[in-house]
């Protein structure tokens, strides 16, 4: 994929290592990736297959040792992340770069009331005075939903429901409004009709700020309804990697086509027996020197056994990384 | 389906049962109130059907599930298993009850003995029930191990050395070792990926209609429960609010809580997502120590009348075997 000039975050080749007692597990192998400014990046994939570890990897969140970042350049605001100082990457984390995680709980510290959580990175990256940042927070509260926001500045996050908590992460999280956020699994501990009405925010928040998002999941239908583009993760890389909606009425490789038909749906037609993909996802105790799905695709030939396939360019801006989807597309345009 | 047929084959029944939790308070841990997490919950099981039983955290779901094979003692209310009445019954009788009914647990991972191997996880049962000579025993071990799909050379081994979706199966093949008749599967899927989720499903499908086994599946997952259960049941708050064979609910939902659940269901397809329209319902759940006055979903209802905040809604029986607690329906009913 070209790396524009344009993109706000730019990943290339990034490699991460554990380094383990039993061995190394290679949880990130050569990912590279592109984010657009404003644009919304959908990144699927189960446990296990690198998805939060690239996103750690990138933003200098991994504890090291285990974890050994073996190559790569991270590009933001015209520097290598990976290379930034400590002091330098604590100004970017939170200011320039917000997160939210999965759980809202063990996220937010339960000894500090909400509204000092809030006002502590406006007043760190911001360098706001104590009642400028206590307004502002009360206005984010506000912003993400939170009925009554100025009584609920002092209120502590056990006072919370599950949802209105996973609120104030978002609100913490674009309290600087960073140029990019990155929400890692953010309604995966939530109900349904509450993940809907996160769903809701992050569209209304979208409208609003313009800040570019990666947002991991291993839910398919919440990337369907929110992104524009999206990462397909196995093995540690990143196998396919497209528009939305071309990867999803087209997926190329068959791991991401397995993957679409296994999970059942609520509306339209219900099929009798659920397809599977057999067996389990690998633990990579070294560099792939094969394709890493091979022993669960159906599809597989010789090569996909002996070669490391590369991410191909398909059409537009939609590549995989599979020998036969290279070959139809070449098949297609000949 | 008519009334008459529904009690003839109904391996499982449940009338008005409670389930509450005391709340305490003070040092003298004085009761002070009850969570009602299941409250006045009637339907029945019938022999060989799954029964999908579905909503939110804290709905009472999973209580429901340890209620009806007494994992739990209920506050009020019948359960009758196989002509059997569970309710009630002296510890060594439902000692004597419990190879007929079965669970199999949420996380694998908790619900195996880390210290025993997987012949003897699967074996536990058989040692506690019946007097079977090693030999015969080992035998039914391989048997199980076979039916649910594990190697037999994984019979020394311990749950750490297995993954999520062959610890579920090891959990299976326990649930399955006395022969049960009826299985509560309590989120049996819901802790692993899902590529393997697919996997399970379909090894609980196959092995429904090979040993002829009757389930309650509790889940979440609504995708999920519309591909395995025959009829679907909706709780919210500890009641059921509505229940109904699966395609008549998923596609014409009555209550409108239901239907708010299905709408919120995300939809792996962008075309789809980008045109839908979707009932976002409006705050959290009520707490069940304190529910509303009325109707239980009166506070979040997107068609709530006045009479919803007083009264409690009857319970409304409609044609194919369709059952919605919602006043929107007994006016109807009573206007008819």
């Not at chain 2, 839908?276 to 759940?285: A, K």
């Amino acid at each position: 994929m070209p790396a524009t000039n344009a993109s706000v975050l730019s990943v290339k080749d990034l490699k991460t290592v554990f380094r383990m007692r039993g061995g190394e597990v290679h949880a990130v192998n050569s990912v590279s990736f592109d984010l657009a400014p404003g644009e919304l990046l959908g990144v699927v994939g189960e446990s296990g297959s690198g998805k939060s570890v690239t996103m750690m990897s990138l933003i200098g969140l991994l504890p090291s040792p285990p974890a050994e970042i073996r190559s790569g350049r991270v590009e933001f605001e015209g520097r290598n992340l990976l290379e930034a100082e400590p002091a330098e990457m604590r100004r970017i984390r939170g200011g320039k770069i917000g997160f939210v995680f999965q759980d809202p709980m063990t996220s937010l510290n339960p000894v500090f009331t909400v509204g000092f959580q809030l006002a502590e990175p406006l007043r760190r990256h911001l360098g706001l005075s104590r009642a400028a940042a206590k307004n502002r927070a009360a206005e984010l509260l506000e912003l993400v939903g939170i009925p009554d926001p100025r009584r609920r500045l002092s209120n502590f996050p056990h006072q919370f429901s599950g949802g209105m908590r996973q609120r104030v992460m978002f609100a913490i999280a674009i309290a600087c409004e960073p140029k990019v956020l990155i929400a890692d699994e953010p309604t995966t501990a939530l109900d349904v009709t509450i993940q809907a009405q996160i769903l809701e925010l992050v569209r209304e928040l979208r409208k609003g700020l313009g800040m570019a998002i990666v947002w991991i999941t291993h839910d398919l239908g919440v990337i369907a309804g929110i992104s524009d583009r999206v990462i397909v993760m196995y093995g540690g890389q990143i196998v396919e990697q497209g528009p939305v909606a071309e990867v999803f009425s087209d997926p190329a490789h068959p791991y991401t086509q397995a993957l679409l038909e296994t999970v059942p749906a609520v509306r339209g037609r219900r099929s009798e027996k659920l397809r599977t993909i057999k067996g389990q996802a690998p633990v990579l105790e070294s560099s792939p020197s094969s394709c890493s799905f091979h022993p669960r695709c159906a599809l597989a030939f010789n090569r996909c056994r002996g070669e490391f396939p590369p991410r191909i360019l398909l059409e537009g801006s939609h590549d995989a990384a599979c020998f036969l989807a290279a070959e139809a597309n070449i098949a297609a345009n000949a | 389906m008519p009334e008459r047929a529904d009690r003839e084959d109904a391996l499982v029944q449940v009338r008005g049962l409670k389930v509450y939790f005391p709340v305490t308070a003070g040092v003298l841990r004085r009761k002070v109130g009850d969570v009602k997490a299941v409250d006045e919950l009637s339907f029945e099981i019938h022999r060989g059907e799954t029964l999908g039983l579905v909503g939110e955290s804290g709905c009472g779901k999973t209580t429901v599930g340890r209620a009806l094979i007494r994992l739990l003692g209920e506050t009020a209310g019948t359960i009758v298993i196989g002509g059997e009445e569970i309710t009630g019954a002296s510890p060594a009788r439902l000692h004597r009850l419990r190879p007929k009914m079965q669970m199999i647990f949420q996380d694998p991972q908790a619900s195996l003995n880390p210290r025993l191997t997987v012949a003897g996880i699967i074996g536990e049962p058989l040692v506690e029930h019946l007097k079977l000579s090693n030999q015969d025993r080992l035998a039914r071990i391989y048997e199980l191990m076979d039916a649910v799909g594990l190697s037999r050379n994984y019979a020394n081994r311990y749950p750490h050395e297995f993954s999520g979706g062959q610890r579920q199966r090891i959990g299976i093949a326990r649930a399955l070792a006395l022969n049960p008749e009826f299985i509560v599967c309590d989120e049996p899927i819901a802790a692993l990926d899902v590529s393997i989720q697919a996997q399970v499903v379909n090894l609980l499908e196959e092995l429904q209609r090979r040993l002829d086994l009757t389930y309650l599946f509790i889940s979440h997952d609504l995708g999920m429960v519309r591909h395995i259960a025959d009829r679907v049941a909706v709780m919210y708050l500890g009641r059921i609010v509505e229940l109904s064979p699966r395609d008549a609910l998923y596609e014409e939902p009555m209550h409108p809580y239901t239907e708010a659940l299905l709408s919120a269901v995300p939809e792996a397809d962008p075309e789809i997502e980008k045109h839908r329209r979707r009932i976002i319902l409006e705050g959290d759940v009520p707490s069940p120590e304190n529910p509303p006055k009325g109707c239980n979903f009166c506070t979040r209802c997107p068609k709530v009348m006045d009479i919803c905040m007083r009264v409690e809604p009857p319970e409304v029986s409609t044609a194919a075997g369709r059952r919605v607690a919602c006043h929107l329906y007994a006016e109807r009913a009573d206007a008819a």
